[in-house]
């Protein structure tokens, strides 16, 4: 079963924040927390990742609460592009041949 | 960054038949790469963990004599679909790790199967 639980679908304006929530409650020391999304017809995309620090990259920023057991994505400026599946993933950070077995995913819908 | 190519990006066979779909780490050697399955609408499903020279791992449910899985070098893996039936009509993406940057894994465009 998958490790984290999102929201089916959220809306969002265009131009507004997108804020996507996860939860990871069984979260293990090791594991980062990941970020993908998947437009239609598409192999997903990385997004972003953290262990327990807020990052920020040119795509997205993605809160960490201090106990780990929950996230948030953050796209600061949403655009229609930005219409798609977005996944919250934890993985091991070390291990390569750790696998990933995903959840249903948030559908991000942003409105014109 | 670390790439994974997939192909072909999309193929269309008659119900019988077999096919085979590539992975490609195109700049970094991948030990491990992993295959999944998404039906429309629907999430990605773990099909198999794919091992250089050696087995790969299948998940509970998935035929290992209907899915072929060959990882023969550190840079190829590739999925057989053995006589293939409509309803093996499916999106099929593998990824792989390159073992930098914390372990992200990459993921192909995918490929689309159509069984008529």
């Known amino acids: 079963d998958a490790k984290t639980t999102q929201p089916p679908s959220m809306d969002c304006a265009e131009g507004r924040a997108a804020n996507l929530p996860c939860n990871h409650s069984t979260i293990s020391g090791n594991e980062y927390v990941y970020w993908y999304r998947q437009i239609h017809s598409q192999g997903p995309q990385y997004i972003i990742h953290g262990l327990k620090n807020n990052e920020t990259n040119e795509m997205a920023s993605l809160i960490i609460t201090e106990d780990r057991k929950s996230s948030t994505l953050i796209l600061p400026h949403a655009t229609l592009r930005d219409t798609a599946v977005y996944y919250c993933?934890?993985?091991?950070?070390?291990?390569?041949?750790?696998?990933?077995?995903f959840g249903k995913g948030t559908r991000l819908h942003i409105l014109p | 960054g670390a790439v994974v190519s997939q192909h072909p990006s999309w193929v269309i066979c008659k119900s019988g038949t077999s096919v085979k779909i590539e992975c490609r780490s195109l700049d970094f050697q991948a030990t491990t790469m992993f295959w999944y399955r998404q039906f429309p609408k629907q999430s990605l499903m773990l099909m198999a963990t794919?091992?250089?020279?050696?087995?790969?791992?299948?998940e509970q449910g998935v035929e290992k004599d209907k899915f072929l899985i060959n990882h023969a070098s550190l840079t190829l893996s590739t999925l057989t679909v053995t006589s293939a039936h409509p309803e093996d009509s499916s999106f099929y993406i593998c990824?792989?790790?390159?073992?930098?940057?914390?372990?992200?894994?990459?993921f192909g465009a995918g490929s689309r199967l159509t069984v008529l």
């Open positions: 993933i934890v993985r091991s950070g070390m291990n390569r041949d750790d696998k990933i077995i």
């Open positions: 990824s792989a790790s390159s073992g930098t940057g914390a372990n992200v894994l990459t």
């Open positions: 794919s091992n250089e020279g050696s087995k790969a791992t299948y």
